[in-house]
Each structure stands twice: as structure tokens, then as C-alpha cells.
């Protein structure tokens, strides 16, 4: 009897720690139509994010240039990819996100590749309960990949992992993968077309019994 109550509590625990590490996401795979927890922007620099099919069957999202900024003195894109149950632009207040937990550690991971040479970081955008319902008050929390860091190749699929911790006052959120350019604007000159493909996005509670 013992023996067996120890069981169900390791199996209880065990249970309730793979529980807590389930993917946030619907569609994390891409395998499935529902792309709502995608979204693209900002208007007018990259098409809305959409299902493709490459060669060998494999599916997963594509988002495109579709303009490009001249001021005559600098040529670039401005694009941000947003993940998790984003609808419209930022969502009105954070309602349409990720429930997330304050003062909680999430992992998050995703394959990237394409013709954009790199991504200047990802982030948290979170929302906070009782601030105003335009969502107006959202703010960014900085994650372990930093500035630069995503390098994004054109015929090679790369892994990219990562952590991020909410503050004591966050509701909601989503995941931000920032491609706007700093400094060297003619490292950033693309062409209409060109593109970022994603697949295998996790985001989900840190398991620290691993």
C-alpha cells in the first residue's frame, strides 16, 4: 500500500509537470488551417502570414515583403511577426493572447529560414489586467536571444530556443520576432518577394524538473 501511494504521487507529479510544459500554441506545427495565433505587420511592409507548401510536402508559414521604405537616405523593411492569438493589430486589449501567468518563465522555440537576412530580436508583448481597453498601455519584455542574434538562411532550416520571464503584472501576451533594421541600413536592402518562412513554433511554461 505504501509502495503504491508513493506511485500515484510520482505519477501526479510527473503528470502535472508535462501538463505545465504543453505548448500554448494550437497550430504550433503548422499541420492544421487555423493560423490565427499568426499575425504580420506593420501594414504595408510584409503580406499577412499565410500557409505554404514547400517541395518536399512539409507546411508551414510564409510571410512576404510587400514594400519597401525609401527616404532617400535609407532603403529598408520594417516587419514584426507576432505569435499567439493576435487578431488585428495587436489585438484590442491583449484579449485575444496567450493567457499567461505573472512572474512565470516560458520557453519558447521555432524554425526559421529565408531570403531576410536576420531578425533584430524577439521579445514578450504583455498586457497587464485593468489598463485600458485599446490595449494602449502593452509593453515588451526582452528575452535571452538578443539583438542580432537570429540569423535566417535561405536554404537551410535553423532552430532557434529561448526563455523570457513576465513580470508580476502581466495578463496576456504574445511572442514578437522584430525584423526592423539598426544602423547599417545597406545590410538591410531586400526586394518584393523576398521572404521568412517559420515552422515548429513551441511556446509554453518552463519545466524546471527537466
Known amino acids: 500500500m505504501k509502495f503504491l501511494k508513493i506511485y500515484c504521487i510520482f505519477t501526479f507529479l510527473m503528470t ?29 511592409d510584409l503580406k ?7 517541395e518536399d510536402g512539409n507546411r508551414c508559414l510564409k510571410i512576404e515583403v510587400q514594400g519597401i521604405r525609401d527616404t532617400g537616405k535609407k532603403y ?7 505569435i499567439g492569438g493576435v487578431q488585428g493589430r495587436y489585438g484590442t486589449d491583449g484579449s485575444q493572447a496567450l493567457r499567461l501567468k505573472p512572474d512565470t518563465t516560458y520557453e519558447f522555440g521555432f524554425d526559421i529560414k529565408g531570403t531576410i537576412e536576420r531578425a533584430r530580436y524577439v521579445q ?11 490595449g ?7 528575452s535571452t536571444i538578443g539583438t542580432n542574434e537570429v540569423i535566417i538562411k535561405e536554404d537551410e532550416w535553423t532552430r ?4 523570457v520571464t513576465t513580470d508580476s503584472t502581466t495578463h496576456t501576451g ?11 541600413y545597406d545590410e538591410w536592402k531586400y526586394k518584393i518577394g523576398d521572404y521568412i518562412l517559420l515552422d515548429n513554433v513551441v511556446i509554453r511554461e518552463k519545466n524546471f524538473l527537466n
Do not use: H, T
Not at 506545427?29 to 487555423?34: A, H, I, M, T, Y
Not at 499577412?48 to 514547400?54: G, H, K, L, M
Not at 494602449?136 to 519584455?141: A, D, G, L, Q, V
Open 124 to 134: 514578450l508583448r504583455v498586457w497587464s489586467e485593468g489598463e485600458g481597453e485599446d
Open 48 to 54: 499577412q502570414c499565410y500557409i505554404f507548401q514547400e
Open 174 to 184: 504574445v511572442l514578437r520576432i522584430y525584423l526592423y533594421p539598426e544602423g547599417r
Open 136 to 142: 494602449s498601455k502593452s509593453r515588451f519584455i526582452d
Open 76 to 82: 529598408y523593411i520594417k516587419g514584426e511577426i507576432f
Open 16 to 44: 502535472s509537470a508535462l501538463l505545465a510544459s504543453d505548448n500554448l500554441l494550437q497550430n504550433g506545427d503548422l499541420e492544421g488551417e487555423d493560423i490565427s495565433e499568426f499575425w504580420s505587420g506593420a501594414p504595408g
Open 160 to 163: 532557434y530556443e529561448g526563455e
